[in-house]
């Protein structure tokens, strides 16, 4: 089984700033690795897939690279609706399909 | 616009069995390969389970903690998914939530969950 990790755990950062997370892979998932943003009290929302490619609906400011085992999720100038917990998840390598554990991004 | 309803959610004792249900619209169902996965309270995703289309064979895999007690299945004339589970341990506990398979089943569209309890 891949195991998925992130970091930080908890992210700190002022509207505006930018912010920076990662996932890595116990073993290369290639560039099948999607992020889900998830707000309180609702359902994960597909956020980006194949490592790189916006989900409909997300703006620019979001963007994600890697291949292999290491990816990052950008967001270069954080709006109040961006603070949420953001997971990413192997589709490469199945059953199962692995999630990360989360990182949360709240406010500095 | 794609649209997921759970159903079948809440209380029920260890050991005991509950039948959990996903009517979807908004998209050719019978065509669309599904998941379920599951967030228990104040913890990350978990995986469950999916299903193919029946043109593609129906299959279905398992998260190896639920394999053997829980069973996905499909009724395409009702463009329903539904997740039977069994021997329900207290570690079951969670919102459990339906999902599309986007091209290579990542999950690109969520139901908005529900809320399975397992406890005596």
């Known amino acids: 089984e891949i195991v998925m990790t992130q970091s930080p755990a908890t992210l700190s950062v002022s509207p505006g700033e930018r912010a920076t997370l990662s996932c890595r892979a116990s073993q290369s998932v290639s560039g099948n690795l999607a992020w889900y943003q998830q707000k309180p009290g609702q359902a994960p929302r597909l956020l980006m897939y194949g490592a790189s490619t916006r989900a409909t609906g997300f703006p620019a400011r979001f963007s994600g690279s890697g291949s292999g085992t290491e990816f990052t999720l950008t967001i270069s100038s954080l709006q109040s609706e961006d603070f949420a917990v953001y997971y990413c998840q192997q589709y490469n390598n199945w059953p199962p399909f692995t999630f990360g554990p989360g990182t949360k991004v709240d406010i500095k | 616009e794609v649209q997921l309803v759970e159903s079948g959610g809440g209380l029920v004792k260890p050991g005991g069995s509950l039948r959990l249900s996903c009517a979807a619209s908004g998209l050719t169902f019978s065509y669309a390969w599904m998941n379920w996965a599951r967030q228990a309270p104040g913890k990350g995703l978990e995986w469950v389970g999916r299903?193919?289309?029946?043109?593609?064979?129906?299959?279905?895999d398992y998260a190896a903690p639920v394999k053997g007690r829980f069973t996905i299945s499909r009724d395409d004339s009702k463009s329903t998914l539904y997740l039977q589970m069994n021997s329900l341990k207290t570690e079951d506990t969670a919102v459990y939530y339906c999902t599309t398979c986007g091209a290579d089943c990542y999950s690109d569209y969520w139901g908005q969950g529900t809320l399975v309890t397992v406890s005596s």
């Open positions: 299903i193919k289309s029946i043109p593609d064979g129906g299959t279905t």
